[in-house]
């Protein structure tokens, strides 16, 4: 899993929906330096977590799922 991708990801729909990062992770029950380790990138997610954000935020797993990568080839 690609940390940085889906850290910006989660940054991204957090916002979106309205969340502060103490907002969010008030409702997960997590300390915002751990939210913010997430959406830098610097802390794996766990298949828990991105549950329980999927959930808070309202979209499903599949919505967080950075964009597979395609190599242009030339």
């Given at each position: 899993?690609?940390?940085?991708?889906?850290g910006r990801r989660i940054r991204a729909f957090?916002?979106?929906?309205?969340?502060t990062q103490e907002g969010l992770a008030h409702q997960l029950g997590i300390s915002v330096?751990?939210?913010?380790?997430v959406e830098r990138g610097s802390r794996a997610l766990t298949d828990d977590l991105l549950k329980d954000i999927s959930e808070a935020l309202h979209i499903s797993t599949d919505e967080l799922r950075p964009p597979d990568k395609k190599i242009e080839r030339g």
């Open positions: 899993m690609e940390t940085d991708q889906w957090r916002k979106l929906k309205g969340f330096s751990v939210l913010g380790e």
